[in-house]
């Protein structure tokens, strides 16, 4: 694959690559550039010299370009799920949503072209305005992960093209494909040259240079919480605004009046969905005393059906990568020093074939884990679960919102009382009661604490790729008379 800048696609500068690998088999699927700070520097000026025409274009304009973007992806979307299947080891109906999901976005984001407004304010004496405008940044840049690596690109490319930034995207290194397929979306639906640049590289690099250039106006990251810190520490050499979506903890919270058929059903997807790896994945099972018996059973014989193997026809596909396996591993030895009761799973599956050399791990679920154990207080971002015991409303509560991370919770209960105080009281960015994720274009993807700042989707989302600019004008023709400055 190569890079896209202004306008070409090129290699990287020096001509290096970097492999990527089949997550399902451990086999080589394409090279990808290694580019250099100085296809940094040509991504970065060929963006800032075309956002103003990009901007003059006007929304009603650009929306149509991003509308066809998404017809396009529409058309072709077979191939970008095959992409999502080989490149991410997505399984089948999972990459296919995937695809719902980007087309979703970028309609949604469309229709904001005729929704872009300021306020005319009036000035504090007659005859003068402030006319309040919300401009683009500038220069946007896209930094996204590998877990869901088709959505976020368009999450982030439909928002802030439409409102008349220009783009450099950098997706992540286990990644690259899937992301180099939508920009070519993106161009061939016009996208004027320049706006629009795709570089790929290791973020440990090239991410700090990035971030830190002095023509950038906004950085929208999903990633890690640490990816994230680093980003705040490098921006305080340009001032540029961060959007960051980092990493969550989930608790998810089965009361004892829940329909235990449904909390269980919502929770194997919430944990199993793309093999654990999400934002939003259950982390933390909070089940209360009373059923915790009857719903473990129900989880347990669930969880035992999911089959693990080819993506192509499994429910549940492999890791990203094989440190993320190892990272599986780590977890299993906590648990076994701590002496926890692995209930299911805990290892690498037993596969043939070439999905021996494949990245999996099985469904795992862990019980009785205390709340200060390594895995309830880190990101797991795998297949592996832990469940505790609680009695009462004031434990649960405690327990819960005890995380350094706020993105999503779960609440499974038929206690309206319950409903709306959780709704005040667990500290999270998105509370599901009595369903599962993910979240939806038009709510507000945003999280407490460590999971970053600012927000995704919704008005509110959109808001974020503008800036609110304020233009003082004196409309009268009368001569000036600045009484604070004697003689004038
Ligand atoms: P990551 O390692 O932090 O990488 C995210 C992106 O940042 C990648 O493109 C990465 O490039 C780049 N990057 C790495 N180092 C950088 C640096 N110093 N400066 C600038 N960019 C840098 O995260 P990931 O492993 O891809 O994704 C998993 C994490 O994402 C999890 O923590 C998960 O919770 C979080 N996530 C959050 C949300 C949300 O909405 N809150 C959604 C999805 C995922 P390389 O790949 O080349 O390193």
Redesign the pocket.
């Known amino acids: 694959m190569k890079n896209y800048i202004d306008g070409q696609w090129v290699d990287s500068s020096n001509g290096k690559t970097l492999d990527k690998l089949n997550p399902s088999t451990g086999e080589l699927l394409d090279k990808f550039p290694a580019s250099t700070k100085d296809d940094v520097d040509r991504a970065i000026d060929a963006a800032e010299s075309s956002y103003e025409a990009w901007y003059n274009m006007g929304s009603v304009a650009r929306g149509k370009i991003i509308r066809e973007a998404g017809d396009r992806i529409k058309a072709a979307r077979s191939e970008l799920e095959n992409i999502l299947i080989k490149e991410c080891g997505k399984v089948k109906v999972q990459a296919a949503e995937e695809v719902d999901g980007v087309l979703d976005q970028i309609y949604y984001y469309s229709e904001f072209a005729r929704k872009i407004t300021g306020d005319i304010v009036e000035g504090t004496t007659s005859k003068r305005k402030i006319f309040q405008y919300k401009v683009p940044h500038g220069v946007v840049v896209a930094?996204?992960?590998?877990?869901?690596p088709a959505a976020?690109v368009a999450r982030k490319l439909a928002p802030a093209l439409l409102t008349g930034n220009s783009v450099v995207i950098?997706?992540?290194?286990?990644t690259p494909l899937t992301a180099e397929w939508i920009v070519r979306k993106f161009v061939e639906a016009g996208i004027p040259k320049g706006v629009l640049n795709l570089i790929t590289?290791?973020?440990?690099e090239i991410?700090?240079y990035?971030?830190a250039h002095r023509k950038v106006g906004l950085i929208t990251?999903?990633?890690?919480?640490?990816?994230?810190q680093?980003?705040i520490k490098?921006t305080s050499a340009n001032m540029a605004k961060t959007i960051l979506?980092?990493?969550?903890k989930a608790p998810f919270i089965v009361w004892k009046d829940a329909d235990l058929e449904n909390a269980a059903r919502a929770l194997i997807w919430a944990k199993f969905w793309n093999a654990g790896?999400?934002?939003?994945a259950a982390e933390r099972v909070y089940v209360h005393s009373e059923v915790k018996k009857k719903f473990m059973d129900i989880f347990l014989k669930m969880t035992g059906e999911i089959k693990v193997g080819d993506p192509q026809d499994s429910a549940m596909g492999p890791l990203i990568n094989k440190s993320a396996v190892e990272n599986m591993n780590s977890f299993m030895a906590k648990a076994r020093e701590e002496k926890l009761q692995i209930v299911a799973g805990g290892k690498t599956p037993d596969l043939s074939g070439k999905l021996k050399n494949g990245f999996f791990f099985e469904p795992t679920i862990i019980d009785n884990v205390p709340q200060n154990s390594p895995l309830f207080q880190e990101?797991i971002?795998g297949p592996v679960v832990g469940v505790h015991e609680v009695k009462d409303r004031e434990e649960m509560f405690k327990l819960a919102n005890d995380s350094k991370y706020g993105?999503a919770s779960y609440l499974f209960t038929s206690d309206m009382n319950l409903v709306y105080e959780a709704s005040e009281r667990i500290r999270f960015g998105e509370v599901y009661v009595n369903m599962p994720g993910p979240e939806a274009s038009q709510g507000y993807?945003t999280?407490f604490r460590m999971?970053?700042q600012a927000g995704?989707g919704s008005k509110y989302g959109i808001e974020e790729y503008l800036k609110l600019k304020n233009v003082y004008v004196d409309y009268s023709g009368e001569k000036l008379k600045i009484g604070t400055v004697p003689g004038f």
């Open positions: 930094l996204t992960p590998w877990n869901f976020m950098k997706p992540s290194s286990d590289g290791k973020g440990s991410g700090d990035i971030v990251m999903t990633g890690s919480t640490e990816t994230g680093r980003i490098n979506e980092l990493g969550g790896q999400s934002c939003i990101e971002f993105l993807h999280g999971t970053g995704e």
